[in-house]
């Protein structure tokens, strides 16, 4: 069992920078394949960005790349999302998740925990 509690969302305006955390109970973080989704109101939750347990190979949505940035401290239970040049498109509800199907890490279905979400805003 893995609860995963994220953070660090808020208001900012377009072009700025927020970092988002996700703070992972137990002691298997590590064995976990990590993933950012999002929900924006009326749509569905789509794949932002995913990482290995190995940390060595991510792996990001067209929409978002070279603009995020995922990471991980495994001695710190913990996955962040750097975002940066943020646009008001990217405004959703984003959420944190664990799994084991690294083949499915863009997919919903891929993960077994999720957060409860934290609110991106990015005004114009």
């Known amino acids: 069992q893995v609860q995963l509690v994220e953070s660090g969302g808020g208001l900012v305006q377009a072009g700025g920078s927020l970092r988002l955390s996700c703070a992972a109970s137990?002691?298997?973080?590590?064995?976990?394949?990590m993933g950012w989704f999002r929900q924006a109101p009326g749509k569905e939750r789509e794949f932002v960005a995913a990482?290995?347990?190995?940390?060595?190979?991510?792996y990001y949505a067209d929409s978002v790349k070279g603009r995020f940035t995922i990471s991980r401290d495994n001695a710190k239970n913990t996955v962040y999302l750097q975002m940066n040049s943020l646009k008001p498109e990217d405004t959703a509800v984003y959420y944190c998740?664990?799994?084991?199907?690294?083949?499915?890490?863009?997919?919903?279905?891929?993960?077994?925990?999720w957060g409860q979400g934290t609110q991106v805003t990015v005004s114009s």
């Open positions: 998740a664990a799994g084991m199907k690294a083949y499915a890490f863009g997919l919903s279905s891929g993960y077994d925990y």
């Open positions: 137990g002691r298997t973080f590590r064995r976990y394949f």
């Open positions: 990482i290995r347990s190995s940390v060595t190979n991510t």
